[in-house]
């Protein structure tokens, strides 16, 4: 059903398909056979490492960072939670408006669908005057929007790698328990975010 | 309609400091859209953010070292130079059959000049879009300005920004002590041929000078008066200044002529009697910084005015509002003193961001 779900956003939501770095998860993709099992892909023992890439489909590689408060941070320690489902990664820099006001609606999804299993992580990559964000940027920035959700400072630009980095912001989509990818939007299409995070964690579109 | 952008012809004066020249030279950087998160090897490297006060806290404009530009001995560039006619690289695809109604971008091109009007090599330009038909704001790398202030902004087909219907620009020389500069561009009109758009006129980046009296930092929740070499006296409370880089102890402002040549906003700001750059750009958390104001215009005692701000980055006039980049839009209101001596701001205005500020009578 899931599937099927997402078959049909990605049908309706055709407009936002890109070739390549970017896209949506749909019929004309190639869908990996696990993806809209996600609750039975078993025990989460190893981080994925087959079918590692950069597109809709693939695996997303483990990364590392250090969030807002200094403390390390991986995608792995997401993978490991057998609570999480799916995870939201949008990467924010300081020179980036539409960044800013992207901002509440990552805390209201947070507040909203957090409890059932999404994780929302924002990867801060740059300051306003585009040096290489750090710690203090990135607390700077879930402070300065009230951020509940997980901020890091993305100092090597990880991120950048899956998507047109001339465009920002970058809204990912992962299936927590394969880690593959479900969707890369540069900019922040909330409808259709929305509509992908309700095929799989449930609720209201 | 509107124009977003007017350009002057009228010369002007902008009251200011020296440019922000250093001796630098090399070639021009044709565009920057390749540049990636994490890639700042080319940000100029102009003071940091623990300088221990004002002067410490930004380059000498007129260091060689600075980083802030290379326009010493440059010819005043308020008209096009060459480089702004010259091809661009990569394709210019024709437009999208989808895109009959909106304007149709693939590149812009423009030039960074100083209030003398010198090209700055080393300056920033980035433009944020907003594309049609769903009015999705996406923003784009910086591009690079070449010795000839020229820089190049590729619309990268990604995302669909190609096809938009509203696009402002931010230029600015990271760590130099100019104000940075917000301008709305209008877009070509849904049947423009050429998918390449030239500004009609410079970004003018306009130095600011450092506060005259800046108190210690000390208790960032506590306020005190900050003055500008202008007369203009803000009321900061740094606890509630969000700004990246120096902050507070970088705190520079600079009155300029609202007549003054280069002014991509000109058209806006034609009726004010007062008009003012800070530095660094920043936004202010809560209530506005209450203002003082030099009565520059000779207004009456007791007289009204409308204050007006600049749209930046992230300018907040409430919870709820912001402010568009590159827009002017009402933010209070102000009271001619007693003695008719400055423009003091209304109980609840004032200040409410960093980026440019003025005032007309009501």
Known sequence: MRGASLLLVGLALGGCLEEGHG???DAGAAAPADLGTADAAGPRAVYPTAGLGTGVGDVLADAE??????????????????????????T????????????????????????????????F?????FAAADVRDAARWRDRHDLALRVVADTEGAFGAYYDTALAPMTMLVEVPTMRILSIQTGFDEAMVRAVIASRLGGDR | MRRAWRWMVVAGLVVGGAGCDDGGGGEAVAQDAESGPGDAADVPDGGGPDGGGPDAARPDAGDPGGGCGASVGAEAAWTAPPGLAAPVDGETPPRDAACAADAWLTHLRGWIVDQDGRPIEGAKAQACVRRAPDEQLNCLSPADTGADGVF??????????????????????????SAT????????????????????GPFTLVDTAPATELPPEGDPEATRTVVFADGLELDVTPGRLYAEGEGYVGLGAAAVAPDAQGLCFAADVADFSALYAFYPEGDVEGAPFPVRLPNTAGLPAGAAVEFLTL????????AEHRIEEGEWAVSGTGTVSADGSQVVSDAGSGVPCLTWFGYRPL
């Open chain 1, 23 to 25: 896209g949506f998860l």
């Open chain 1, 65 to 90: 960072f250090l969030d807002a408060d200094g403390q390390p941070f991986a995608l792995r320690d997401v993978f490991f939670d057998e609570a999480e489902r799916v995870m939201l990664v949008s």
């Open chain 1, 92 to 123: 924010a820099a300081g020179w980036c408006a539409a960044c800013i006001e992207e901002q509440p609606k990552l805390n209201a999804l947070h507040a909203e669908y957090g409890e059932r299993g999404l994780f929302v992580l924002v990867a």
């Open chain 1, 125 to 129: 990559f740059e300051d306003s005057s």
């Open chain 2, 152 to 177: 190049t902004i590729a619309v990268p087909e990604a995302g669909g920004n190609r096809c938009m219907r509203r696009l402002a620009v931010r230029t600015l020389a990271p760590g130099c002590g």
């Open chain 2, 181 to 200: 500069l917000y301008c709305r561009v209008d877009v070509p009109a849904p049947d423009a041929v050429d998918s390449v758009l030239r500004a009609p």
């Open chain 2, 311 to 318: 749209g930046g980055l992230d300018c907040t006039l409430d």
